[in-house]
């Protein structure tokens, strides 16, 4: 048997007679919960504190994200659109012309200038558009 890096450490002879199944001989405790709690219960407490303070952190941030989401009238809203009734509008000063939208558009709508833009006579408001883009940059409305 040889022994490897760092204290505790030893490597056995694998089957394919190469050193390279290491094991930990001093560490086995960590194999047992109840005996990880015993050998460091300041730890332990610790990080139990800091998970429950990171819990409510991120409830309370998620309540202002969906207030300012309700404010701005950005969080999308489920309803029943059938194929053809919404068009996509590109909102110009978002759009970076990266052309990802363009690439997966079905009816070819889209085409890119400085930035994108959506021919409203092929556009069947499919929302692929919309998903695909990394800006936000894109916008369906019912038509009217």
């Known amino acids: 048997m040889r022994y490897g890096r760092g204290r505790g450490q030893r490597f056995r002879r694998g089957i394919h007679g190469g050193y390279n199944y290491r094991y930990n001989t001093e560490n086995t405790v960590y194999n047992d919960p109840d005996l990880i709690q015993q050998a460091y219960p300041e730890d332990i407490d610790s990080l139990k504190q800091q998970i429950a303070a990171y819990k409510d952190r991120i409830i309370e941030i ?74 936000g940059a894109i916008i369906l409305h019912p038509i009217t």
């Open 62 to 135: 998620q309540k202002q994200i969906d207030k300012l989401q309700n404010k701005i009238g950005s969080k999308p809203k489920t309803t029943d659109i059938k194929p053809g009734q919404l068009k996509a509008t590109v909102v110009e000063n978002r759009c970076s012309g990266c052309g990802i939208c363009a690439r997966v558009c079905p009816e070819g709508a889209i085409t890119i200038r400085d930035t994108g833009y959506i021919d409203p006579e092929k556009c069947t408001g499919c929302g692929r558009c919309l998903n695909s883009c990394p800006k």
